[in-house]
């Protein structure tokens, strides 16, 4: 991504810092694996969102209409040894030069410099206890100013939440960040096709996972966006099934939800199909049912409606069709209303997406539901999972775990979906895996 994209993002923020005030945010930090290696590194979301800066060992200050520069960046001086070992750094040159900080100073100088830069300032922006060091050096600067209250300093009198505005920006995809995240869905879609068609009776679980994460690299996306999902069986009636060991059994359906990351923005796709390449009557009754209730709830995703409206259509879609099947029996607005459709449904339609899996933003403003808006980008994944111990239902149902995901940007006039490169019709899986 373009420097002038985060450039334009800082510009938005102190906008709305206002003059007289400041921001603070830290990197991530490496975390140890076991003894001298660390885990792959990956940038706080937040941090990187506002500096395009992906090193640890760094803090980010922005202070509106400062004359020596609005934007300073703390990080690690250029090393010359550390180069040579673990690779290039930008050091405090590339900071300014590359990453458009106004001002560098080495990590190490923090604490003796930002005490001064808080000085006279109304309010301090930063990411309320997130990190608890940079809340507790906050607190001792503010303590410390105070005590020079006789000279004529002032310390800031507010503390507040730096994520209540920057999550609202992150809502609102820019054209640059929709380029990245149709990449990355472009190349999810390919690795959940391949899986399909390298899929067979036999396999384990972990041997189609590898089958999606090669084609993720060698398409050029090495980050997964989360751990992946490949349940056989009654593995998938667990949400949040990683496990990834079993073996694949023939007459079994294998639920997929995995997606890659392209320069911090994720996809999230999952789509089920039948390890043999054909789906059994029950299977395809209950695949059929949660199809429709995605494609109708996709159907609500226009400017203007409210976010729920797509859960509560795929409610309505599910449950009639699940007292059609006999899985439900009752008034299907009484089994809506006492929500009976859980047994088999029990989570959400979807979620925000965007450099998080489950990306930042609020659902709701003002105790209501907030209304869709062009730019949001939100994830449809209506489910069912009937249990192999679910009594209530008739055996051929039991064991059955379905879910389909799509990515979905909403836009001027209604919607697009990112993930169509994957089939989700029984007829398009049937002939992908017949094929493959």
């Not at 189609?208 to 993720?216: K, P, T």
């Not at 029950?282 to 059929?288: H, R, S, T």
């Not at 879910?403 to 490169?421: A, F, M, P, Q, S």
Request: hydrophobic share 40%; with cysteine; net charge negative.
């Amino acid at each position: 991504m373009k420097q002038a994209e985060f450039k334009r993002r800082r510009k938005q923020l102190m906008a709305q810092i206002g003059k007289n005030n400041i921001a603070i945010i830290s990197s991530a930090a490496m975390r140890p694996r076991n003894r001298d290696v660390d885990y792959p590194f990956r940038q706080d979301s937040d941090f990187y969102y506002l500096t395009g800066f992906n090193e640890p060992d760094s803090l980010a200050v922005f202070i509106p209409e400062r004359k020596e520069g609005e934007y300073i960046l703390f990080c690690r001086e250029f090393d010359e040894k550390k180069a040579l070992w673990e690779g290039a750094h930008a050091g405090l040159e590339g900071a300014t030069q590359d990453y458009g900080a106004d001002d560098s100073f080495p990590i190490t100088d923090f604490a003796d410099i930002l005490p001064g830069l808080l000085e006279n300032k109304g309010k301090v922006f930063y990411p309320m206890g997130r990190d608890s060091e940079l809340d507790h050096n906050i607190l001792e600067w503010l303590l410390h100013i105070r005590t020079q209250s006789r000279t004529g300093v002032t310390a800031p009198g507010e503390l507040v939440s730096l994520e209540h505005i920057l999550h609202e920006m992150r809502l609102f995809k820019s054209a640059a960040e929709i380029q990245l995240m149709k990449r990355a869905a472009e190349v999810s879609a390919k690795g959940h096709v391949r899986a399909m068609q390298k899929c067979q009776p036999g396999m384990f679980e972990y041997q189609v996972e590898s089958e999606l994460i090669y084609s993720f690299m060698r398409q050029g996306l090495r980050a997964v966006a989360y751990p992946s999902i490949v349940a056989g069986g009654k593995n998938a009636c667990v949400l949040h099934y990683t496990e990834n060991d079993a073996k694949i059994k023939r007459g079994d359906l294998l639920l997929i939800d995995a997606g890659a990351e392209c320069d911090h923005y994720a996809a999230d796709i999952t789509r089920t199909f039948p390890v043999s390449g054909r789906f059994s009557p029950a299977q395809k009754q209950l695949y059929q049912l949660v199809l429709d209730a995605q494609l109708s709830a996709i159907e609500q995703i226009k400017p203007g409606l409210p976010w729920n409206l797509a859960h509560e259509t795929a409610v309505e879609v599910i449950t009639a069709g699940l007292v059609e099947l006999g899985l439900l029996k009752g008034r299907i607005p009484k089994l809506i209303k006492d929500e009976k459709y859980k047994q088999f449904f029990m989570h959400r339609i979807g979620h925000w997406l965007g450099m998080d899996v489950h990306d930042v933003g609020d659902y709701k403003v003002d105790g209501e539901w907030r209304a869709l808006e062009p730019g949001m980008v939100l994830t449809i994944e209506p489910g069912l999972y009937i249990p192999v111990n679910c009594k209530t239902v008739d055996k051929k149902w039991q064991g059955i775990g379905i879910r389909i995901e799509d990515d979905v940007l909403v836009t001027k006039n209604g919607y697009e979906v990112l993930t169509n490169g994957v089939p989700k019709t029984i007829a398009e899986i049937e002939s992908i895996m017949q094929a493959g």
